[in-house]
């Protein structure tokens, strides 16, 4: 509590002293005049709310005594009831209605006013003269405080509501019983619901309330001059509400409290009396005088712009009750609030909004993903949750089928070349044919490593592939300087030797290989040793048919060394010399293409 608030308590609770008390009452009714309020108040229709006991009973009492026609506004409907009883029974009024409204629901009062406004056609007075003090914070379900409800909500509320009817009727007037507990305190415009009011505090809550019914009632009376506004303080009295409100203060003071009749003495006088009119709308009240809403240096006065910016707020409070309520209570929009909330991220899929799965915040994430891979991949459905493996999964089978179809017609393609062409073009060219050993250790390089889907093949078929592959790869056999084992080649057919001369090219060992698998089908024994020796000249002359060569005796698979072979054939080889070196080889290629 600041230093301000300290001074602003002890100016109060000295000013308290000599002027809100009894005594300060007796010393104020020494300048009161009598006829004021000598006033006939029948046909007059006066609203006083909380008037079933304290002061409110008391206003209602003069009322009816004078002849008006009360209406008492009450939470308890058995206390009203009780109080209705005596008043007609002290008066002898029986015009008295009784109306129950409870002041700390803003909607019932607000359905209550309108339903009076429309069954009613005048109004003169309208009394706010209900109050509390609850010590702790209390909000409802459209969270507003229940201090500010009843003391300063209620009050906008009927006189918003009621303001038709109260200016069609003669003499309309708007008291506001307010209290002098609100000279402590500055209007606080921000903090409405005392949200940020730590601990929370009733009487500074009252207080502030209080003094929202002071500036209520001057902003009302600069806008609306049809109407007499006014606000008052009844001083310090024994009430029902002040012994069990601030119990403290009523043991304190108890036996200097006024009586609830002189409390009640200033609202009556400014409800009945002609002389009340004589000052300006929206003035504050006490003992029959207008006097200040501000102690002295107590820092208390508000600007215009916090005044407008309160009645915004309060008139905006007003407009949020007045829009029917078409949600569910708080524990139902509890529930009902996370139903709704899936839908908006996903709006094309109401199916799911539909479903129980939006009750857990993260039933429909794993949804989403699953539809959207059934359209990209529609055969795939039933694999939702590997959607990183369905889309590289195509990507490991197509490389196995394509080995497979393109291994197929690898072995083909050497055989098919050879037939129509004796040598494939390829860009890349093979260095020339070495020695057979030579070879033999480059060959693992050279060879393909295999692959785990294609079957492994036999040593021997596999070397010949890569033999094979090899010549197919050279591009330059045409010249190709002559070797000594193409002369041997036409005496190797017809020879008996059984091996192979070790010092043959690439091209020779080949094709020693391939007679040499031609041995398992033939026999010397079967030709005589003249077809041996004619042979040789059919295979020299014309090695490039195929068909002559199939023609070859079993004998002669049978083979010499190749010392022996060129003994054989001196005549033939004499003969043939001229011919071109590099048809030769060409015809050695055609003839290894029809043997194998």
């Not at 309330?209 to 009632?217: E, F, S, T, Y």
């Amino acid at each position: 509590m600041s230093a301000s608030s300290w001074y602003r308590r002890y100016v109060w609770n000295y000013k308290g002293n000599r002027e809100y008390t009894k005594s300060g009452y007796d010393y104020a009714k020494t300048r009161f005049v009598a006829d004021d309020l000598e006033v006939d108040c029948s046909d007059r229709h006066y609203i006083i709310t909380g008037c079933n006991s304290g002061i409110g009973f008391e206003i209602g009492r003069e009322v009816a005594r004078r002849g008006g026609v009360l209406h008492m506004v009450c939470r308890n409907f058995e206390a009203a009831k009780k109080a209705r009883s005596d008043i007609i029974t002290t008066t002898g009024n029986d015009k008295i209605h009784l109306h129950t409204v409870d002041l700390s629901r803003p909607r019932d009062v607000l359905a209550w006013a309108r339903d009076f406004a429309a069954s009613h056609d005048k109004l003169n007075v309208l009394i706010n003269n209900a109050g509390c003090m609850v010590h702790e914070r209390q909000l409802d379900a459209d969270g507003i405080e229940n201090n500010f409800a009843v003391n300063t909500l209620a009050v906008h509320i009927l006189v918003v509501t009621l303001l038709p009817l109260l200016e069609r009727s003669e003499d309309a007037r708007v008291i506001n019983v307010s209290s002098a507990g609100m000279l402590c305190v500055k209007l606080d415009p921000h903090d409405l619901m005392h949200e940020n009011l730590e601990p929370f505090d009733g009487r500074l809550v009252y207080s502030q309330n209080k003094r929202q019914q002071v500036v209520m009632a001057l902003w009302y009376a600069q806008r609306y001059d049809k109407v007499h506004f006014s606000s008052m303080h009844p001083g310090w009295a024994d009430t029902v509400a002040v012994r069990t409100s601030i119990p403290q203060f009523y043991e304190m003071m108890k036996d200097s409290l006024r009586t609830a009749a002189e409390g009640a003495d200033t609202a009556v006088w400014l409800a009945i009396s002609k002389a009340a009119l004589k000052h300006p709308s929206g003035l504050f009240f006490q003992d029959r005088e207008p006097v200040s809403v501000h102690l002295p240096l107590a820092w208390t006065k508000s600007s215009i712009e916090d005044e407008n910016l309160f009645m915004a707020k309060v008139q905006d409070l007003f407009q949020t009750i007045s829009t029917p309520r078409t949600e569910a209570p708080a524990e139902s929009q509890a529930t009902a609030t996370p139903v709704h909330e899936p839908p908006s991220p996903t709006e094309p899929k109401p199916e799911e909004a539909a479903a129980e799965e939006p009750k857990t915040a993260a039933a429909p994430k794993p949804e989403e993903p699953v539809e959207e891979p059934k359209t990209a991949a529609a055969p795939k459905p039933e694999e939702p949750v590997e959607e990183p493996k369905t889309a590289a999964a195509p990507k490991p089978e197509e490389p196995v089928e394509e080995p497979k179809t393109a291994a197929a017609p690898k072995p083909e393609e050497p055989v098919e070349e050879t037939k129509s062409s004796p040598a494939p073009k390829h860009e890349e060219p093979v260095e020339e044919p070495k020695t057979p050993a030579a070879l033999n250790t480059e060959e693992p390089h050279n060879a393909p490593e295999p692959k785990l889907d294609e079957p492994v093949e036999e040593p021997h078929k596999q070397e010949e592939k890569d033999i094979n592959s090899e010549e197919a790869k050279s591009p330059d056999v045409q010249t190709e300087p002559v070797r000594p084992a193409v002369t041997t080649l036409p005496a190797m057919v017809a020879c008996e030797g059984p091996a192979v001369s070790t010092t043959t090219t690439n091209t020779v060992e080949s094709t020693d290989e391939i007679l040499s698998n031609l041995t398992d089908k033939c026999s010397l024994e079967d030709e005589p040793r003249a077809a041996v020796e004619d042979i040789p000249l059919v295979v020299a002359e014309e090695t490039s048919s195929a068909d002559e060569i199939e023609e070859v005796p079993a004998a002669a698979a049978e083979k010499k060394t190749p010392s022996a072979e060129t003994e054989d054939v001196p005549g033939v080889l004499a003969d043939k010399k001229p011919v071109d070196e590099a048809e030769k080889i060409a015809e050695v290629a055609g003839g290894q293409s029809a043997l194998e």
